[in-house]
């Protein structure tokens, strides 16, 4: 005879596990977690690479997680700005998953962070179903790919808080449209917060550097964005 | 591509909830999977199959329930399949839905010889 057993459970249950453990560690050191996804070549590296450049003066404790399918490149450009970087070479995953990130994890200098920047693999599809126990997901939307992509990939803009929308000095020289490309991220995701940001142009990584002043005070329960 | 390490999820939660219930042989598996879970149905059923073959699951049936994206209207409670995720309210005009089904990817039911 057979008998059907009803099972209400996520299907990467264990993934999310690993993920709450993650996130419960981090939350006890006060540590600012940032999951950053993209396309490959929409910038994250280069965001990254400015990111830690901008805030190398500061007293900020800070490590990145970097995945990629093959090579240690990343991590080698990121290592020059002071910060522990740690590749994550994934052998073919088109993804991190929670476990990937709490073994790399492991292997970092024990002492507190401030933030931990996690660079997800290339991809907008997969990274946005494993949870690696972010504060936020960040989706980068380069200028040159196109402002359809909301729509056409709704699940990673859906769980990102934060859109950067990234080489936006190149606008003037493509049809992308950010009215559109910003309208169609808030179909899918109402609270999605938008940021512009250019490596090599003005605006810069500014109005990126302060969200991530304003995440850092939220975290520490100051409620409101620390001065300077 | 990560339906391999979707199907081995399953096929792990549907192997501990067979121990839960006396280690009976799984018959059927039954997923949930949203619209836009970002899982292709295609690709995971051929993992599925690589995954249980030789295994005590091997003959198992994996049974998925496609969810759309489902939106419900804020002012009257209509709920209604966006187009291209639009929140107007095609019962009442008003703008304000949100996504209440679509982005799930959750284990359903087992059936147990």
């Known amino acids: 005879m057979t008998e059907r057993v009803e099972v209400r459970e996520g299907v990467l249950k264990e993934n999310d596990r690993i993920a709450l453990e993650l996130r419960e560690r981090l939350a006890a050191s006060g540590t600012l977690c940032l999951n950053l996804i993209s396309s490959p070549g929409a910038g994250k590296t280069s965001i990254l690479e400015g990111t830690l450049e901008a805030l190398r003066p500061t007293p900020l404790r800070i490590a990145v997680l970097t995945g990629d399918i093959q090579t240690e490149r990343d991590a080698d450009r990121l290592k020059r700005y002071g910060f522990p970087a740690l590749q994550i070479t994934t052998g073919g995953t088109c993804h991190l998953d929670a476990s990937m990130v709490k073994r790399s994890f492991a292997t970092l200098p024990p002492d507190a962070l401030d933030i931990l920047f996690i660079e997800n693999v290339g991809n907008l599809v997969c990274p946005a179903s494993y949870d690696l126990g972010e504060d936020a997901k960040v989706v980068v939307l380069s200028v040159t790919e196109g402002d359809d992509k909301p729509l056409k990939y709704p699940g990673i803009f859906r769980r990102a808080r934060l859109m950067l929308l990234h080489k936006i000095d190149l606008l003037p020289h493509t049809r992308f449209s950010r009215d559109a490309a910003v309208a169609d991220a808030r179909r899918v995701n109402p609270g999605i917060e938008v940021v512009e940001t250019s490596c090599l142009a003005e605006p810069g990584l500014g109005a990126w550097l302060r969200w991530i002043d304003g995440q850092l005070a939220i975290k520490r329960g100051a409620g409101r964005p620390a001065r300077g | ?113």
């Not at chain 2, 591509?1 to 042989?25: F, K, P, T």
């Not at chain 2, 295609?42 to 690589?50: M, Q, T, W, Y």
């Not at chain 2, 073959?53 to 329930?65: F, R, S, V």
């Open chain 2, 1 to 113: 591509m990560h339906e391999l390490s979707i199907a081995q999820s399953i096929v792990d939660s549907a192997r501990e909830h067979a121990a839960l219930n006396g280690g009976r042989r799984v018959l059927r598996i039954g997923v949930r999977i949203g619209e836009i879970s970002g899982v292709a149905v295609d690709a995971l059923e051929f993992c599925f199959g690589l995954t249980v073959k030789d295994t005590d699951l091997d003959g198992a049936a994996l049974e998925l329930e496609h969810v759309p994206v489902r939106y419900r209207c804020g002012a009257c409670t209509h709920e209604f399949h966006p187009v291209e995720f639009l929140a107007d309210c095609p019962s009442c005009g008003s703008s304000g839905a949100s996504m209440v089904a679509g982005d799930e990817l959750g284990m359903s039911f087992l059936e147990l010889e």
